[in-house]
């Protein structure tokens, strides 16, 4: 069975520091997709970053980059020079078998 | 361009009656998923439509069901509504080709209220 984990409900970031999103994932698939969604208060879920099982270099996207290490099955997010606009949840989910599964969710509060 | 849209944007419906949600995908996109997410928790999987067929499907009862259109449109249908299928209800479309680069984009949901 397929499995997204992670386990930081909440956090703090300062204003233009760095913050590190946590994922781990769980799937006997050879190939997948690993993603993050931010959904800020409104609702809409917002693609981020895309990293396949496959990849062999690490994910980059803007301020956004993925810390993929796949023998410990974890694909952690990166945010670099956090923003006030970056305050919202964060989503890990991964690809498989025709589905998503996500995660519970981080949510991020930057603050000034 | 427009992305996936979605209607209504809320809903209140009562215990026990039918509701019908629809999603029209981004252009270019033939394949739609749906979505449920409760307050506070992540998206859960309902099913996902290609070729206007239900090609995989979540872990929901039957009440859930679905309809694709030849113009890629879909529907989802619940019936016999519970008050625990009080939700945001998210639609997503993707790309032509299956593959495991797979990205969706998500429309603005449709909260349902069930009183």
């Known amino acids: 069975a397929q499995k997204i984990t992670q386990t930081q409900p909440g956090m703090f970031v300062q204003e233009k520091e760095a913050v590190t999103l946590d994922c781990t994932y769980d799937?006997?698939?050879?190939?997948?997709?690993l993603f993050w969604y931010k959904q800020p208060s409104s609702g809409e879920m917002i693609f981020l970053i895309y990293?396949?099982?496959?990849?062999?270099q690490n994910a980059t996207e803007g301020r956004y980059s993925l810390n993929f290490q796949k023998a410990r099955k974890s694909a952690n997010l990166v945010i670099s020079a956090s923003q006030l606009g970056d305050s919202a949840m964060y989503f890990c989910?991964?690809?498989?078998?025709?589905?998503?599964?996500f995660g519970t969710g981080t949510r991020l509060k930057v603050l000034a | 361009d427009a992305g996936v849209t979605q209607s209504p944007t809320h809903l209140i419906k009562t215990r026990g009656q039918q509701v019908t949600l629809r999603c029209s995908p981004k252009s270019g996109h033939d394949t739609v998923s749906w979505y449920q997410q409760a307050l506070g928790q992540g998206p859960q999987f309902i099913f996902q439509y290609y070729e206007e067929e239900e090609r995989q499907r979540g872990n929901f009862p039957d009440r859930f069901s679905g309809h694709q259109f030849p113009n890629y449109s879909s529907e989802l249908n619940v019936n016999a509504l519970l008050l625990g299928d009080s939700a945001l209800y998210l639609c997503?479309?993707?790309?032509?080709?299956?593959?495991?680069?797979?990205?969706?984009?998500f429309g603005p949901g449709t909260r349902l209220t069930v009183t």
């Open positions: 990293q396949g099982s496959y990849d062999e």
């Open positions: 799937t006997s698939d050879q190939s997948y997709g």
């Open positions: 989910a991964m690809w498989g078998t025709y589905k998503y599964i």
């Open positions: 997503a479309s993707s790309y032509p080709h299956g593959g495991v680069n797979y990205e969706q984009y």
